[in-house]
């Protein structure tokens, strides 16, 4: 239920460019020639660094049956180590021997260069030109959180929302919070314990810096702002959490001792249910992350794809893919019910099912389940989470490791916050210039 997405950053490598980009302009990539079979079928190169999920293996298999034109194979750099597999991409995707599709899985710092230097090609130009699809056949939030400068670079065919949560009685119902709100709520409660999940120093600081990345960093100037009295407050504010907690007990935020939950994840709408009826035993509200656009929550995407820009089988490579934005895929993930389709059609039918509750597949019918089916009300409540919720910043790693080196050595006593801030502002913009 709390996926802990920090978990992802403490695994991650540095955000290793393309050696081969400039400062500037795009990228300068070898033209790559298709490669055909011995029986004349052009060669869809799909690349994934790490090993691909069931799903696109099956697509794979499928897809090679039906077409008479096309093949695909798939090449998986898992064999190697992590820095290995971006060493080898970086030489692949800028010679003749480029994927024509990249799978992306977290962590995603390593495609920033990617986009920027012009290599991922815009989606929307297929789905825009698609007989069988089109813009508003898909959540409005999920595609802008796909986006960067009006180009769809790469799709999710699922995703789920992380958010924090707390007691409408205790922390009202205001979604989406400035952080100096977000601390003025924790003073009118002293008594209590901050939150549930990770309280503590380096959590807070994941939860306010990690969300609220772009705050501080402009990726389209490479300026940054961590010596600012915002930013210091942050830190200040962290530092009232403790060192270390126990763990999570859900009696906590049942019966109040806790003032909210962090880094819940909804990933279906049966969850407003679990959440009111199991985890805090009343009415909730989802007040999102400080300081991050919207409603506050994040859109946090599974595997992503991306079409390179000099592929030679572009059309072939979307023929391959469109089949996840699919009626017949997308509401496999509803039935499902793991993570959110984003087909607005497959929604319905997700929404649908928590009406009927439980479907057991072993005698075919549905069963209600402990706090009752969803409402019409609690679907509408879920809609307007996923339609407000923003993309989430995906945090350079190499950052965020200078962020929580130097916040710790303030945790520590042994600097300032206001010293720590200026560290970190100096380390951050020289990692900026030379990367930028």
Same mark, same amino acid.
């Given at each position: 239920?709390?996926?802990?997405?920090?978990?992802?950053?403490?695994?991650?490598? !540095?955000?290793?460019?393309?050696?081969?980009?400039?400062?500037?302009?795009?990228?300068? %990539?070898?033209?790559?020639?298709?490669?055909?079979?011995?029986?004349?079928?052009? *060669?869809?190169?799909? &690349?994934?660094?790490?090993?691909?999920?069931?799903?696109?293996?099956?697509? *794979?298999?499928?897809?090679?049956?039906? $077409?008479?034109?096309?093949?695909?194979?798939?090449?998986?750099?898992?064999?190697?180590?992590?820095?290995?597999? *971006?060493?080898?991409?970086?030489?692949?995707?800028?010679?003749?021997?480029?994927?024509?599709?990249? %799978?992306?899985?977290?962590?995603?710092?390593?495609?920033? $260069?990617?986009?920027?230097?012009? !290599?991922?090609?815009?989606?929307?130009?297929? *789905?825009?030109?698609?007989?069988?699809?089109?813009?508003?056949?898909?959540?409005? #939030?999920?595609?802008?959180?796909?986006?960067?400068?009006?180009?769809?670079?790469?799709?999710?065919?699922?995703?789920?929302?992380?958010?924090?949560?707390?007691?409408?009685?205790?922390?009202?119902?205001?979604?989406?919070?400035? %952080?100096?709100?977000?601390?003025? !709520?924790?003073?009118?409660?002293?008594?209590?314990?901050?939150?549930?999940?990770?309280?503590?120093?380096?959590?807070?600081?994941?939860?306010? +810096?990690?969300?609220?990345?772009?705050?501080?960093?402009?990726?389209?100037?490479?300026? &940054? =702002?961590?010596? =600012?009295?915002?930013?210091?407050?942050?830190?200040?504010?962290?530092?009232?959490?403790?060192?270390?907690?126990?763990?999570?007990?859900?009696?906590?935020?049942?019966?109040?001792? =806790?003032?909210?939950?962090?880094?819940? #994840?909804?990933?279906?709408?049966?969850?407003?249910?679990?959440?009111?009826?199991?985890?805090?035993?009343?009415?909730?509200?989802?007040?999102?992350?400080?300081?991050?656009?919207?409603?506050?929550? %994040?859109?946090?995407?599974?595997?992503?794809?991306?079409?390179?820009?000099?592929? +030679?089988?572009?059309?072939?490579?979307?023929?391959?893919?469109?089949?996840? !934005?699919?009626?017949?895929?997308?509401?496999?993930?509803? /039935?499902?019910?793991?993570?959110?389709?984003?087909?607005?059609? #497959?929604?319905? /039918?997700?929404?649908?099912?928590?009406?009927?509750?439980?479907?057991? #597949?072993?005698?075919?019918?549905?069963?209600?389940?402990?706090?009752?089916?969803?409402?019409?009300?609690?679907?509408?409540?879920?809609?307007?989470?996923?339609?407000?919720?923003?993309?989430?910043?995906?945090?350079?790693?190499?950052?965020?490791?200078?962020?929580?080196?130097?916040?710790?050595?303030?945790?520590?006593?042994?600097?300032?916050?206001?010293?720590?801030?200026?560290?970190?502002?100096?380390?951050?913009?020289?990692?900026?210039?030379?990367?930028?």
């Amino acid at each position: 239920m709390f996926k802990k997405i920090f978990s992802v950053l403490t695994a991650a490598a !540095l955000c290793l460019t393309v050696s081969s980009c400039g400062k500037s302009g795009e990228e300068q %990539v070898s033209e790559v020639t298709a490669a055909t079979t011995a029986n004349g079928k052009k *060669i869809i190169k799909i &690349c994934s660094l790490f090993s691909a999920e069931d799903d696109l293996q099956n697509r *794979i298999v499928s897809f090679n049956k039906n $077409s008479a034109e096309y093949t695909a194979e798939l090449t998986e750099y898992a064999d190697v180590n992590y820095f290995d597999a *971006i060493t080898r991409l970086n030489l692949d995707i800028t010679t003749a021997n480029a994927p024509d599709i990249l %799978v992306i899985t977290s962590p995603k710092s390593y495609t920033y $260069s990617y986009m920027d230097k012009g !290599l991922f090609a815009d989606l929307y130009e297929f *789905i825009d030109s698609d007989p069988d699809l089109k813009r508003g056949d898909f959540l409005d #939030s999920v595609l802008k959180a796909g986006e960067k400068n009006g180009k769809l670079f790469s799709f999710a065919p699922k995703f789920y929302v992380d958010t924090v949560v707390g007691k409408t009685s205790l922390v009202g119902d205001k979604q989406g919070r400035t %952080v100096e709100e977000f601390i003025e !709520l924790v003073d009118k409660y002293p008594d209590k314990q901050i939150m549930e999940g990770n309280g503590t120093k380096g959590g807070a600081l994941i939860m306010l +810096a990690l969300y609220d990345y772009g705050r501080y960093v402009d990726q389209g100037t490479g300026e &940054c =702002s961590f010596d =600012s009295e915002d930013f210091i407050r942050l830190l200040e504010f962290c530092n009232r959490f403790p060192y270390e907690v126990d763990g999570y007990d859900q009696d906590n935020l049942r019966d109040g001792t =806790s003032l909210f939950s962090s880094f819940y #994840s909804v990933s279906n709408f049966y969850d407003i249910h679990s959440l009111e009826y199991y985890a805090f035993g009343e009415p909730v509200t989802f007040m999102g992350f400080p300081g991050v656009a919207g409603n506050g929550s %994040v859109i946090q995407k599974e595997t992503e794809y991306a079409i390179i820009s000099n592929s +030679a089988n572009k059309g072939g490579a979307w023929e391959f893919l469109k089949y996840f !934005l699919s009626e017949e895929y997308q509401d496999g993930i509803a /039935l499902k019910g793991e993570s959110f389709p984003v087909r607005l059609s #497959s929604l319905e /039918l997700a929404a649908e099912e928590a009406k009927k509750g439980t479907y057991d #597949s072993i005698t075919g019918e549905y069963i209600e389940p402990v706090g009752g089916v969803n409402t019409d009300e609690d679907n509408q409540r879920v809609y307007d989470l996923l339609g407000s919720a923003t993309g989430a910043v995906d945090v350079d790693s190499r950052i965020y490791e200078i962020i929580s080196v130097e916040a710790d050595a303030y945790f520590a006593g042994q600097k300032s916050a206001k010293e720590a801030a200026e560290i970190i502002q100096n380390r951050i913009s020289n990692y900026l210039a030379e990367n930028h």
